[in-house]
């Protein structure tokens, strides 16, 4: 996370938006580390998560609103940074969405996608891993839509589609931890349990039962960090 830091301490801001904002996790880094900026907007279409993100930064200039990012109500080159971080596997088009980020981008203006990927960890963040896997497999299952998280190729692809100037990217870890901590194992435990507690009308609810208990005993013997991200920087 520091090369993160130290990548945005170089950079002013001016007007930004932060794409499947969800809570506000990344606004938080942009605003603590950008050499400034003049207005930040996240937009999700999340009811709960933009009125948790709105609590979250009710004192400061920060705009949360819901909208649809595959046609974004803004006009073109309108920001001059654009980011998406950890959504891509939210997204049921992707392309699209990002073709709508950098429409709205202006010339030269910063384009920051930060993703975690799924190869390549270790077995404490192999856990993290499976564990949003087991959850995403539930999600889609429940309603929602939420795709597994891709390998560190596919995202570094997905960089170089954009077409950007001065490319740059990058593994980083959001948050060093420790795998074993009792407060993080108790935690991660209920969200198994909450997880498959949703699909109790299903049919595959004993098997999700069973999933659950493989990745709690995991957590109980191996512990959980999180999984190392990619992030990618570039100009249009």
């Known amino acids: 996370m520091e090369k993160i830091k130290g990548v945005l301490n170089n950079i002013y801001g001016g007007k930004v938006l932060d794409v499947g904002t969800g809570r506000g996790e990344f606004i938080d880094l942009l605003k603590e580390n950008l050499k ?5 907007i996240g937009i999700d279409m999340n009811d709960i998560a933009l009125e948790k993100a709105k609590e979250r930064f ?45 429409r709205v981008l202006k010339p030269g203006g910063y384009f920051l996608l930060q993703e975690m990927f799924c190869d390549n960890q270790n077995e404490n963040q192999l856990t993290h891993v499976y564990f949003h896997h087991f959850n995403a497999e539930i999600q889609t299952l429940t309603g929602g839509y939420h795709n597994k998280t891709l390998k560190k190729q596919e995202i570094l692809d997905i960089g170089n589609s954009l ?24 935690s991660m435990i209920k969200a198994v349990d909450e997880s498959v507690y949703k699909t109790k009308n299903f049919p595959q609810y004993e098997s999700y039962k069973k999933q659950g208990q493989i990745i709690k005993e995991r957590l109980s013997n191996i512990g959980m960090s999180s999984a190392t991200e990619l992030f990618i920087m570039g100009n249009k």
Do not use: G, R, W
């Open 36 to 40: 400034d900026y003049t207005e930040i």
């Open 58 to 102: 009710k004192d400061e200039n920060i705009d949360f609103i819901k909208m649809d990012a595959e046609n974004l109500k803004f006009e073109n080159n309108t920001f001059d940074i654009v980011s998406l971080s950890n959504s891509i596997h939210h997204l049921p088009n992707m392309q699209k969405v990002l073709n709508e980020m950098k």
């Open 163 to 186: 077409t950007l100037e001065n490319l740059i990217y990058f593994e980083c870890i959001y948050e060093e931890d420790n795998p074993m901590s009792d407060e993080k194992l108790k």
